[in-house]
């Protein structure tokens, strides 16, 4: 078996590293590749997702593409583990093979000065992923030279990096060159964000409403995947959606009242207050500008005529997120909201004015009036 070992912190992985991984097998031409993450180095300063994530999102990356598997021989260790050594394990796993170290062409220029170069020469040879600007086939010859045995992969350099992906993560943002099952697994655990904003949003409640609160973020980023919404901005708006559940109700009053609430319906129920009151205190304590995920925490307690996409998400999430104690429909509500958004609101909408119907109690006008939208919009439970 011809075998390439592709390294890298992946952090996150990325389709130009899937690009590359494919430009190997084809033209090394490789049997298989094994993408290998480094450990958790400390101070390395760099690294932002600890390896048991990163290895998951390969993992991801990997899945149905033929010849890729990903290897954690580096991924426990607390330390840059010399290539050398790596090889030296591979080879003993694998005595039969020939293997291959896959490298950019920016890590060629220090190549024969990386510890025990000889050796390593010795063990395997290198496939070169060209980068721009830098001069692939003279660093190749000099690695030759030194007794490297080299071949330059013909590859153009992708537009993807971690470090640009990283960046428009910070900003909440989808990044493009992820593949959606990464994506998914970054905003579902609120990778590559400030730790200090759950933090802050766990300090507003109790334990258990934020064990409920990252279970909403869960299926929120689920729901968002399967209907093709902004996973970030899922992410983001469950995260908040119920900053203000836990506030005392007549804080979670001013605070709606400075936003503009006035509807005395809405001003007498904390249980439907906590929306709008979290939309303000998100805007003003968390810096959430964009409308569509103001409206998501403001409305998810009762939706609204003319609720987006992404409110709807927020909403059936909130209700059908893993944690919930199982009630009478839930799973066929989840079920449902796979596949049709709005009739999973309208079916969550109907199954609470039955409830609160049959105890006497009057139901919420404000539902009623997301009711009567979504079915003159033509959704069907
Ligand atoms: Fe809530
Ligand atoms: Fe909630």
Not at 74 to 88: C, F
Not at 305 to 321: K, N
Not at 348 to 362: D, F, H, N
Request: one cysteine or more; hydrophobic letters at 40%.
């Amino acid at each position: 078996m011809r075998t390439g070992i592709f390294g890298g912190s992946f952090d996150p992985p990325h389709e130009g590293h899937l690009r590359a991984a494919r430009t190997a097998l084809q033209s090394g031409p490789l049997d298989r590749v094994l993408l290998v993450p480094c450990g958790d180095i400390p101070n390395a300063g760099k690294i932002h997702v600890p390896a048991g994530d990163r290895v998951a999102m390969l993992r991801l990356l990997a899945e149905g593409q033929p010849g890729l598997s990903v290897s954690e021989v580096e991924a426990g260790e607390a330390r840059r583990v010399p290539t050398a050594e790596t090889m030296k394990v591979l080879r003993a796993r694998y005595p039969m093979d020939e293997l291959f170290f896959i490298i950019g062409a920016d890590k060629l220029t220090t190549l024969p000065d990386w510890k025990n170069a000889r050796e390593l020469f010795s063990l395997c040879s290198f496939l070169v992923l060209p980068r721009d600007g830098l001069p692939v086939l003279e660093l190749a010859e000099n690695a030759r030279r030194r007794g490297a045995s080299v071949t330059v992969l013909p590859m153009e350099e992708t537009p993807v990096s971690s470090g640009a992906i990283q960046r428009e993560l910070a900003l909440r943002r989808d990044p493009a060159g992820l593949p959606d099952a990464v994506a998914a697994y970054i905003a579902g655990r609120g990778l590559y964000q400030e730790r200090e904003t759950e933090e802050k949003v766990l300090s507003l409640m109790t334990e258990k409403r934020f064990r409920h609160t990252l279970g909403v973020r869960t299926q929120a980023v689920l729901l968002a995947q399967k209907h093709h919404l902004p996973m970030q901005k899922a992410s983001w708006a469950a995260l908040l959606h119920d900053c203000a559940k836990c506030l005392p109700f007549e804080e979670m009053t001013a605070l709606a009242r400075s936003g503009g609430v006035t509807d005395p319906d809405l001003l007498s129920s904390p249980e439907m207050l906590h929306g709008p009151a979290g939309a303000v205190l998100a805007r003003r304590d968390f810096g959430v500008e964009d409308p569509d995920v103001l409206n998501a925490i403001a409305y998810h307690t009762m939706g609204r005529a003319g609720m987006s996409p992404l409110e709807m998400c927020i909403f059936v999430a909130d209700a059908t997120e893993p944690g919930r104690r199982e009630y009478p429909g839930l799973q066929e509500l989840r079920e449902l909201s796979y596949r049709d958004l709005p009739a999973a609101v309208l079916l969550s909408l109907a199954c609470t004015r039955r409830y609160v119907e049959e105890q006497g109690k009057p139901f919420n006008p404000l539902s009623e009036k997301t009711i009567a939208w979504l079915e003159a919009a033509g959704a069907s439970s």
